[in-house]
C-alpha cells in the first residue's frame, strides 16, 4: 500500500504526522532540518495562530511555529 | 599568532547554547553584575563579557556569553558571531579556553544536536545542563551521569533561575581550565559516515593542519565541506587550493548522490536520538504541561487577542500612571539642586550655566528616567516569560501582511522604548532584506525620547476635557500619536517591501519557548543595563550638547545692547521713585520696565548664534506655523529628541529672565505664556499638534543614525532614512497646521 502524501498544513490540529519530504529552498529546509525536523521525524500539529497563520508543531520535545507558505511545501503522512 | 608565547590575557570561558536555554541568566549568575555589555568591532551584536566571580582577583577569569545558537551554519547575523568566536575567526576575541554549553533538559534532542557540532571543536567542554525543573515537568527524567559518561565531559544538572547548580558549574570550571587541559577532539558523528565522506574529510584536514591551531581540523574540514556558507562567509581564510580541493569534492558527491548540504544533520540527530534514548527516563506520561494549558488561552483565537490588546494596554497605561510620582519627585529634586546651587555661585555667566546649562538640561532628561525603566521593565518581563514569542506568533499574520515577520514585531516593541535597542533586536532577523526594512520603519515608532516632547505639548496645550465620558482629550492625544507612528511604519514598510526592497516574503521559524516564571535578576540586569546606558546618554552626550546650547544661546552678546536698555529704563525708574508705591502709575511703570526686560532678552537670543540658527531656518519652518525660537529646539533635537525640553527651557527662561527670581514657572506654563507677533498665543492645540506630528515622523537622533550606519554598513541607508523621514514630518505637520486652518481651529 503506498501511503498518502498530505501537506503539514492540511492537518487538523492535534494531529500526528510524520514528515516524508521538503520541496522547500535549501536554506530553510537545512534550518527545519537542523530544528530536528527530518524525514522520518514525528510532528503534531498543535494549533494554528488566532488568524490562521502561523502554524505552530511540537517536533521532539518543543514546540516551533513556521509560516502556512513553508508548513504546504512539507509533505507529511498521517501517523 | 601569537599562540606559542604563554597567554597574556586571563582564561577565557565562552558560554554558548540554543536561545531560550537559559544562557542569559547563568551568565548573570556566574559574573554577577559588572559585566560589561559592549558590541563585536563592525557590528551591533551584543558582547556580553564578565570575570568569573568566587575566583581570586590576581588571577582572573573572563566568561563571555555567545548570542543564542541553534548550529554552526549561521541563518543570521547573531548566530555568524557565535560561530565566528568558536572557529577563532575574529581577531579581537582569543581562543576559547574552555567552553561552557548550556543544554536545555526539557529539549535534550535539539540541544544535542548544538552540542555534537561544537564538542568536535577540540576545547576543552563543560556541559551546563540547564531546566532541569522544566524536564520534570514534562514527565522526564534526565540522567546527568549518564549523558556526562556518554558525551566523556563534565555535565553539571542546573535550574539557572533559582540558582541551582551554579557553584557546581563554578568548580567544574575551575577543575576544567586546570592545565593540562583534556581536549574532546572527535568528530562524534564520525562512524555515521560512510568511509568515502571521511576520507575527503580526513585528507582535507591533513591540508588545513597547523602548528598551534584552536579548532580541531577534521571538525573544519567536516564544516566547510557540508556547509555552503562556513567557505563563503570567508573567502580570505582559505587559500585558493583549499577552495579548489573543496569545489572537487562537492562535486563528486553530488555526482554519486550524496547530498553534501544535508550530509551530517541526518548523521547528528541520529546520535543525538540514541543518546537521548540511553540518558533520559520517562517518568510520567505528561499530556499536557501548565504551559501547553496556558497557551491554549493565550494564543485563542479570541481570548489571544484580548489578551495582546490588555497586556499592550497595561504596558502604556502604567508608563504613563505610575512613572509620575517618581518623575515629580526628581521633577522637584533637580529645581531644588538648581536652587541650592544657585545660592552658593555669584550672579553671572557661571551662575547662568551652571544652573541653567548643566543642572536644568540634564535634568530634565533625567527626570524621564522612570519611565524608561518601566518600559525596559515589562520588556523584560514579556521575553523573560516567553510571551514575547507568543506575540510574534500572534501577530506575525498581521505582520506579513506588510511584508513583515512576525520577529519584526520584537524591535518594534523595543523602539517604543528607544530606537537602538530596537535596531539591534533586528539581528534575530535572518533575511537581510527584511532585516533592512525593520531597521529603516523602527524610528518612526515613538521613543521613549519623544515622550518628554508630547509630554509637555500636551500639558502646556491640549485642554483637559472629557471626551465621551470615559476619556480625557490629553491621554488620547498621546495614544494619537502612538498610533500614528505605527500606522506609518506599517505603510512605509508596505512601500518599501513593494517597491526599493521587493523579495520574497521571509520564512519564518521561530520556537515557542515554554512560559516560565520570569527571573527577578534577569529582568532587573535587563532594565539596570538599559537605564545606565540611558543615564550615560544623559550624562555624556546630552549633557554636552546643553552646555553647547547655552554657550550658543547666550553668546555673542551685543556690546551695545546692555548700555542701550539701561538708557532706556533709567527714565523710567526715575519716575517710579516719583509716584506712590501702590498707585496705578505704579504699575503701569513696572508693566513697561517687564516688557523692556523680554524686549531686552529677545534681541539677546536674536542675536546669539542660536537665534541666528533658528532665523536660518525659519523661512522653511514658517509654513508649519512654527517661529525661530521653536526652529532652535528643532536643530537641537536633530542630536536628540529629548533636548527639545531642555532647549524650550533654556530659550524661554533666558526669555523669561526677570520672572525667574518670583518663581520658577514650570516650563509648560511658560510656553503658554508666548505670544506671536500679532498677541495671538503661541502655542494653541493647533500648533501642539503639528509640532507634535514632526516629532513623530522626524529622524531627529544622531544615535540612531550612528547606530543604523553600523548596522548597514554604509551612510547610504542612514542618510535615505534621514531624508524620508524629515519629508514625512514637513508634509505631516503642513498637512495639519493647514487642515487646521482650514477647519477654523
Not at chain 2, 78 to 103: C, K, N, S
Not at chain 2, 579 to 600: F, H, M, N, Y
Not at chain 2, 622 to 628: E, I
Request: hydrophobic residues 45%; neutral net charge.
Amino acid at each position: 500500500m503506498t501511503e498518502q502524501l498530505l501537506s503539514l498544513v492540511s492537518l487538523t490540529a492535534g494531529t500526528a504526522a510524520i514528515i516524508r519530504e521538503f520541496n522547500l529552498s535549501l536554506d530553510n529546509q537545512r534550518r527545519l532540518m537542523e530544528l530536528g525536523v527530518l524525514a522520518g521525524t514525528r510532528v503534531e500539529l498543535v494549533r494554528f495562530a488566532p488568524l490562521g497563520d502561523p502554524i505552530e508543531i511540537r517536533v521532539r520535545g518543543y514546540n516551533l511555529t513556521l509560516r502556512r507558505q513553508e508548513a504546504e511545501r512539507v509533505m507529511v503522512s498521517l501517523a | 599568532m601569537a599562540d606559542t608565547s604563554p597567554p597574556t590575557h586571563p582564561p577565557l570561558v565562552i558560554l554558548t547554547g540554543n536561545p531560550n536555554c537559559g544562557k542569559t541568566t547563568l551568565f548573570n549568575a556566574l559574573t554577577g553584575l559588572r559585566a560589561k555589555v559592549g558590541n563585536y568591532t563592525g557590528v551591533t551584536v551584543e558582547k556580553k563579557e564578565g570575570r568569573l566571580l568566587g575566583v581570586p582577583k590576581n588571577e582572573p577569569i573572563t566568561v563571555l556569553d555567545l548570542p543564542g545558537t541553534y548550529s554552526l551554519s549561521p541563518q543570521s547575523l547573531d548566530e555568524r558571531i557565535a560561530r565566528d568566536v568558536l572557529f577563532h575567526r575574529l581577531p579581537e576575541i582569543a581562543a576559547p579556553d574552555l567552553v561552557v554549553l548550556v543544554m536545555d533538559a526539557s529539549s535534550l534532542e535539539r540541544s544535542l544536536y548544538y552540542c555534537g557540532q561544537v564538542m568536535e571543536l577540540g576545547y576543552p567542554l563543560v556541559v551546563a545542563l540547564n531546566m532541569m525543573d522544566v524536564a520534570t515537568d514534562m514527565g522526564q527524567q534526565v540522567d546527568p551521569e549518564a549523558l556526562a559518561k556518554r558525551l566523556g565531559v563534565p555535565v553539571v544538572p542546573m535550574v539557572a533561575s533559582h540558582s541551582d547548580g551554579v557553584t557546581q558549574l563554578r568548580s567544574a570550571i575551575l577543575r576544567q581550565l586546570k592545565p593540562p587541559p583534556r581536549p574532546v577532539a572527535e568528530v562524534g558523528i564520525w562512524q555515521e559516515l560512510s568511509p568515502d565522506v571521511q576520507r575527503e574529510v580526513h585528507s582535507l584536514a591533513g591540508f588545513l593542519a597547523a602548528p598551534n591551531r584552536a579548532v580541531s581540523a577534521t571538525a573544519e574540514a567536516l564544516l566547510i565541506l557540508t556547509d555552503e556558507k562556513a567557505l563563503a562567509d570567508n573567502v580570505t581564510l582559505y587559500p585558493d587550493t583549499i577552495r579548489q580541493r573543496v569545489a572537487n569534492v562537492r562535486q563528486c558527491w553530488e555526482t554519486a548522490g550524496v547530498d553534501w548540504r544535508l550530509l551530517t544533520i541526518e548523521a547528528r540527530y541520529r546520535r543525538a536520538s540514541a543518546i537521548r534514548d540511553e540518558v533520559v527516563r520517562e517518568t510520567a506520561a505528561v499530556e499536557q504541561t501548565w504551559s501547553d494549558r496556558l497557551d491554549r488561552v493565550v494564543t485563542h483565537k479570541f481570548w489571544g487577542f484580548i489578551i495582546f490588546v490588555a497586556i499592550m494596554a497595561l504596558m502604556f497605561e502604567s508608563i504613563f500612571r505610575f512613572a509620575r510620582l517618581p518623575m515629580d519627585l526628581l521633577t522637584a529634586g533637580v529645581d531644588w539642586l538648581g536652587l541650592a546651587v544657585g545660592r552658593l555661585l555669584p550672579p553671572g555667566d557661571l551662575h547662568s550655566l551652571i544652573t541653567d546649562g548643566v543642572i536644568a538640561g540634564a535634568g530634565a532628561v533625567v527626570v524621564f528616567l522612570p519611565q524608561i525603566c518601566l518600559l525596559f521593565l515589562f520588556i523584560g518581563l514579556l521575553e523573560d516569560t516567553g510571551y514575547m514569542a507568543r506575540a510574534a506568533f500572534i501577530m506575525d499574520r498581521f505582520m506579513s501582511k506588510v511584508g513583515l515577520h512576525g520577529k519584526s514585531f520584537i524591535p518594534m516593541l523595543s523602539s517604543f522604548a528607544c530606537a537602538i535597542p530596537g535596531i539591534m533586536a533586528t539581528r534575530t532577523i535572518e533575511s537581510a532584506r527584511d532585516r533592512l526594512v525593520t531597521i529603516l520603519i523602527v524610528p518612526l515608532l515613538s521613543c521613549s525620547a519623544r515622550l518628554p516632547v508630547y509630554t509637555l505639548l500636551i500639558a502646556a496645550c491640549i485642554p483637559n476635557v472629557p471626551v465621551l465620558g470615559l476619556f480625557e482629550l490629553p491621554g488620547l492625544t498621546m495614544v494619537a500619536m502612538y498610533f500614528l507612528g505605527i500606522l506609518a511604519a506599517l505603510i512605509m514598510a508596505w512601500i518599501f517591501k513593494s517597491t526599493l526592497l521587493k523579495g520574497e516574503p521571509p520564512m519564518l521559524i521561530m520556537e515557542l519557548p515554554p512560559y516560565k516564571r520570569p527571573s527577578a535578576n534577569t529582568v532587573f540586569r535587563h532594565v539596570w543595563d538599559r537605564a545606565m546606558m540611558f543615564l550615560r546618554r544623559a550624562g555624556t552626550v546630552i549633557l554636552g550638547i546643553n552646555i553647547l546650547l547655552w554657550f550658543f544661546a547666550t553668546y555673542p552678546r551685543g556690546a551695545d545692547l546692555g548700555p542701550r536698555y539701561e538708557a532706556l529704563r533709567q527714565p523710567l525708574r526715575q519716575a517710579r521713585q516719583t509716584v506712590e508705591a501702590k498707585s496705578t502709575r505704579a504699575g503701569e511703570i513696572e508693566a513697561q520696565l517687564a516688557a523692556l526686560d523680554r524686549r531686552e532678552n529677545s534681541e539677546k537670543l536674536q542675536n546669539s548664534f542660536a537665534g541666528r540658527a533658528g532665523r536660518l531656518i525659519e523661512p522653511l519652518i514658517a509654513p508649519l506655523g512654527m517661529d525661530w525660537k521653536i526652529g532652535i529646539g528643532l536643530i537641537s533635537s536633530f542630536a536628540a529628541r529629548e533636548v527639545f525640553v531642555s532647549t524650550m527651557s533654556i530659550v524661554y527662561q533666558v526669555d523669561n529672565n526677570s520672572d525667574s527670581q518670583e518663581h520658577t514657572a514650570s516650563l509648560a506654563e511658560s510656553l503658554r505664556a508666548q505670544r506671536r507677533p500679532d498677541g495671538t498665543p503661541m502655542y494653541t492645540p493647533l500648533m501642539a499638534v503639528a509640532l507634535m506630528v514632526f516629532y513623530v515622523f522626524a529622524l531627529q537622533c544622531v544615535s540612531t543614525v550612528a547606530v543604523v550606519r553600523r548596522e548597514t554598513n554604509s551612510w547610504k541607508w542612514p542618510l535615505f532614512q534621514w531624508a524620508y523621514m524629515g519629508a514625512l514630518a514637513w508634509g505631516g505637520a503642513y498637512v495639519v497646521w493647514r487642515a487646521g486652518h482650514w477647519l477654523g481651529y
